[in-house]
């Protein structure tokens, strides 16, 4: 299965991203492959293919990078490009407490490395993809999205969970909620628990 771990902000700040993606000349585009508002999310480990049997080691993982997490004050604004061509990617930045996706992050691919579990070496750079337009979409477009998403902030938001996710590519890909932790290391108040939910 393919898997990655990720963080999804709540309803009001994709509402509130989705609306300002609707004034973007990708969204207008044809073929620019906008991301489904429901999978808009924050990548913090992608595993890739990893066999159905290695479940348990990535959920455990997952929870211990969780259980000493912090829930950190997030807020997306302004934006960027990554790639060029037929790879360009376009993403909204992710502000706040930043440092402690870092150490969530760096938490998670230590725990699946010392599991021998499959992870994606990059650095890891907090942002949200909402945008795949590769070379469908001319540059001066694309440098004007980046210029209406640098003045973009949106609301201020609590990072409470942290999810697995099972992806599925093809025509259609789709994503599947496969458990979740919440973050609660950072905030009193609120209990550190286990495992929330399971889907298989």
Not at 23 to 33: F, N, Q
Not at 71 to 90: D, E, I, K, N, Y
Not at 110 to 123: S, T, V
Request: charged fraction near 25%; include cysteine; proline fraction near 7%.
């Amino acid at each position: 299965m393919r898997l990655f771990a990720a963080i999804y902000p709540p309803a009001v700040a994709v509402a509130d991203l989705t609306a300002r993606i609707k004034g973007l000349r990708v969204a207008s585009a044809r073929h620019a492959r906008l991301a489904d508002p429901a999978d808009l999310h924050l990548t913090l480990a992608f595993l890739g293919e990893v066999p159905d049997d290695r479940l348990t080691d990535v959920e455990y993982a997952l929870a211990s990078a969780a259980r000493t997490a912090r829930s950190p004050l997030l807020r997306l604004a302004g934006g960027g490009c990554f790639g060029q061509g037929r790879s360009t990617v376009l993403w909204v930045d992710v502000r706040g407490e930043v440092e402690a996706l870092d150490a969530l992050a760096l938490s998670i691919r230590d725990g699946l490395g010392e599991a021998g579990l499959p992870c994606d070496d990059k650095p890891f750079r907090a942002h949200l993809t909402i945008a795949r337009p590769g070379d469908r979409v001319p540059e001066a477009d694309i440098r004007s999205d980046l210029h209406t998403l640098h003045d973009y902030a949106g609301p201020q938001w609590s990072a409470t969970e942290l999810r697995l996710i099972r992806s599925h590519p093809g025509r259609t890909p789709r994503h599947t909620r496969v458990a979740a932790w919440p973050l609660a290391g950072g905030r009193r108040g609120v209990k550190k628990g286990p495992l929330l939910y399971r889907r298989r």
